[in-house]
């Protein structure tokens, strides 16, 4: 290149994007240890795309951890893969290692829903949904008798109600004891905003018969439940245990989860972002982006009111750098930025009134 270097000095240099590990879809089984020896060691956790996989572990196809995997991917849209911890033992001799200390050595793994992979205790799944409010994840159980297994009211964990069948099978089926594990697996096959866990069909899951009573006693408790409508299976209502919908709860971490990813992206590419307007509006470009890019998912396009004005399916609010105190500025800390956003919601009821006149 001889002395060019001495004209045009020109340096390239690859930046690595931040990468966000977190993922959205990612089904995770809490079960217990193999029933037997398998031909390779089980990682912390295992990663598997089929039940059979399991086999290598030392799984045979009676122990719950496969029964649950089966039902996962027997989901259509089906799970690609999904996540199996197998509990160590517990401090005393015969039991078995505490939910949350399971899960904390589960974290490090990309998951977000889990369900525990054999009959839990009242007290072990009280113990998932508190771990499950305090991680930001969604815990998901179903019960076939009596009440529900938990007595709080958790904004991460719903339940599910898979039992009154008629006829009543000796062995309850394999997709109603694992109903939560199906429900999970099938709605993780859409992406986070544009689903909604209403109305959804879930295979190898047999259907309730219940009263109006109990359907009345379980949507007064959150419960969701699978029936009949019109010769077609589905699951009702969709709802974690607070009243909320799961798809707005997974949506909300979602979209937390990328507002944090992108602005942290905006400033780690960057040298410095000045504490300035320029620097104030960086930050709002990215927040921006995010809710743009959520747009026709969870959050609502743009509309018109009866005059023409436009309807905003979110804003962002940034303060000015002026207005910011000296202070502020030495803390290096940016504060004031707001956004709100219309959520898209869904409709599962449809209220239709007509008249038929001559």
């Known amino acids: 290149m001889g002395n060019i270097d001495n004209i045009v000095d020109v340096k390239i240099s690859l930046e690595s994007p931040a990468m966000d590990s977190a993922s959205f879809s990612g089904l995770l089984l809490v079960a217990q240890k193999p029933s037997k020896v398998g031909t390779e060691d089980m990682p912390d956790v295992a990663?598997?795309?089929?039940?059979?996989?399991?086999?290598?572990?030392?799984?045979?196809?009676?122990?719950?951890?496969?029964?649950?995997?089966?039902?996962?991917?027997?989901?259509?849209?089906?799970?690609?893969?999904?996540?199996?911890?197998?509990?160590?033992?517990?401090?005393?001799?015969?039991?078995?290692?505490?939910?949350?200390?399971?899960?904390?050595?589960?974290?490090?793994?990309?998951?977000?829903?889990?369900?525990?992979?054999?009959?839990?205790?009242?007290?072990?799944?009280?113990?998932?949904?508190?771990?499950?409010?305090?991680?930001?994840?969604?815990?998901?159980?179903?019960?076939?008798?009596?009440?529900?297994?938990?007595?709080?009211?958790?904004?991460?964990?719903?339940?599910?109600?898979?039992?009154?069948?008629?006829?009543?099978?000796e062995r309850m089926p394999d997709g109603n004891r694992y109903a939560a594990v199906a429900f999970m697996a099938k709605c993780f096959g859409y992406d986070p905003g544009t689903e909604t866990w209403g109305l959804k069909t879930l295979n190898g899951v047999t259907p309730s018969r219940l009263s109006s009573t109990q359907m009345g006693k379980l949507a007064g408790e959150n419960i969701n439940y699978y029936m009949t409508v019109a010769n077609k299976d589905v699951t009702?209502?969709?709802?974690?245990?607070?009243?909320?919908?799961?798809?707005?709860?997974?949506?909300?971490?979602?979209?937390?989860?990328?507002?944090?990813?992108?602005?942290?992206?905006?400033?780690?590419?960057?040298?410095?972002?000045?504490?300035?307007?320029?620097?104030?509006?960086?930050?709002?470009?990215?927040?921006?982006?995010?809710?743009?890019?959520?747009?026709?998912?969870?959050?609502?396009?743009?509309?018109?009111?009866?005059?023409?004005?436009?309807?905003?399916?979110?804003?962002?609010?940034?303060?000015?750098?002026y207005k910011i105190s000296a202070a502020k500025k030495k803390m290096r800390k940016l504060e004031g930025v707001t956004f709100t956003a219309r959520l898209s919601g869904a409709i599962h009821i449809t209220e239709i009134r007509g008249t038929l006149e001559y």
């Open 47 to 169: 990663v598997v795309r089929s039940a059979k996989e399991l086999e290598a572990f030392g799984y045979t196809t009676t122990d719950e951890a496969y029964i649950a995997a089966t039902v996962a991917f027997n989901q259509d849209p089906r799970p690609g893969k999904i996540y199996i911890i197998a509990r160590s033992s517990g401090a005393s001799e015969g039991t078995s290692e505490d939910i949350a200390a399971c899960l904390d050595r589960a974290m490090k793994n990309e998951w977000y829903g889990f369900a525990l992979a054999f009959t839990a205790t009242a007290t072990e799944t009280e113990a998932a949904a508190k771990w499950a409010e305090a991680n930001e994840k969604l815990f998901g159980f179903a019960f076939t008798t009596g009440e529900s297994p938990i007595s709080g009211t958790y904004n991460n964990t719903f339940g599910f109600y898979a039992g009154d069948l008629v006829p009543q099978p």
């Open 236 to 321: 009702q209502d969709g709802k974690v245990v607070n009243g909320e919908w799961i798809d707005v709860v997974r949506f909300m971490h979602w979209l937390l989860n990328e507002v944090q990813m992108e602005v942290f992206q905006y400033m780690v590419k960057h040298p410095k972002v000045a504490f300035n307007d320029g620097g104030i509006t960086g930050i709002h470009n990215a927040v921006q982006s995010v809710l743009q890019g959520a747009q026709g998912k969870g959050i609502d396009e743009d509309t018109y009111d009866d005059d023409g004005n436009i309807i905003r399916g979110f804003t962002v609010s940034v303060p000015r750098a």
